[in-house]
C-alpha cells in the first residue's frame, strides 16, 4: 500500500494540453507579430556594419583596387 500512496501524481503539477496550445499559439503570434522588426534591424544595421568596414579599404580613385589598410596611413 506504501507504494501505491507514492505513485500518486498530484493533480496540481499536470498543466492541461489546451493551456499548451494555446501558450505555443502566442508564442507563434509573438514571434511574427516581432519578425518584421528583427528584419529590419538586421538589414538597416547589422548589414551596413561589415560593408562600411570592408568598403573603407578600398582605394576609391576609379576603384583601381583594394587599398587595404595603407588608405589610413597615408
Known sequence: METSSRMAVDSSFVKPKKARSLQSGETLFGWLFVSPMLIGVFILVLLPIPATIAL??????????WGGIDLFFN
Request: cysteine-free.
Open 56 to 65: 573603407s579599404f578600398v582605394d576609391w580613385k576609379f576603384m583601381q583596387g
